[in-house]
Structure formats: C-alpha cells, structure tokens
C-alpha cells in the first residue's frame, strides 16, 4: 500500500525538496478528486441519498456520476 497523504514539516525540521516535490503530486491528485465531490455538494444538492435499496442508491449515484460527466464534457469542450 502506498501512503497518499501530505507529509508535515515541524519546527527546526523543515520538510526536504523531495518531500516538497511528493506532497505537489499527492495534493494535484487529492485536488482533483475533491473538486468532483464539491461539485456534486454544490450543484447537485449535497451528497444525500433518500432512497431504499442498494440499487436504487446504486443508480442515482450512477446518474449522478453521469450528471457530472456531462458537465465536464461542456466545460471542456467550450475551452
């Protein structure tokens, strides 16, 4: 298993460049990620699922992820 969080620097121990350099790529992938939920919080009326059923959750979350694909397909196209 790869560790995937953000190493901390202490006082008079500050962090080295390669650490430095390994916390950019974990927050570019983290920042990524992230941006999708905030989107699907903001724009989609939060995160909440009130529905019975593994499936019928399992589709309005399908339904969801396909929302936001949409989106991104517009939004990267109109640039």
Same mark, same amino acid.
Do not use: P, W
């Given at each position: 298993m790869v560790n995937k969080v953000c190493e901390k620097g202490h006082r008079n121990k500050p962090l080295t460049e390669q650490q430095k350099n390994n916390n950019t790529e974990? =927050? *570019?992938?983290? =920042? *990524? @990620?992230?941006?999708i939920y905030g989107f699907m919080e903001n724009s989609m009326n939060g995160m909440y699922l009130y529905s019975i059923g593994i499936e019928r959750i399992s %589709?309005?979350?399908? /339904? $969801? !992820? /396909? %929302?936001? !694909? $949409?989106? *991104?397909? @517009? #939004? /990267? #196209? =109109? !640039?």
């Open positions: 974990k =927050s *570019r992938i983290r =920042s *990524r @990620v992230e941006h %589709t309005a979350i399908c /339904l $969801m !992820n /396909l %929302t936001y !694909n $949409m989106f *991104r397909k @517009v #939004q /990267l #196209q =109109s !640039n």
